[in-house]
């Protein structure tokens, strides 16, 4: 590959294109069932579960982890900012300084 050629816009145009062509396939798929069951409302309710199915796969299968692990290092965020409170409320008493939620209960 050329230095000197672009890269994004090519990679841009890929996938607008699949997404369009993915749009137009359901649409397709959706306006095929609609004339062989003879109403919308079936094949609408056809492809929206098969959609959810194929979310909740890819959720369970790729992004379920992921969240686990966001959830985990939030976790750890939290407690040790509970321990650098607790250090600053500390100093804090030692220097006989009040703290924001001392002045409100007073």
Known sequence: MRA???FFLPLA???V???LS???F???FIAWLAEVFGSLK???LIVGVIM???AAIVYSVTLKSY???IGEELRVIYSVSRIIRGWIDWVLALFGATTDNEKEEA
């Open 17 to 19: 294109a699949a997404l």
């Open 42 to 44: 079936i094949p609408c």
């Open 22 to 24: 993915a749009l137009l």
């Open 67 to 69: 969240f686990r692990q």
């Open 52 to 54: 959810a199915l194929i």
């Open 13 to 15: 145009i890929m996938v």
């Open 4 to 6: 000197d050629r672009p």
């Open 26 to 28: 359901i649409s397709a």
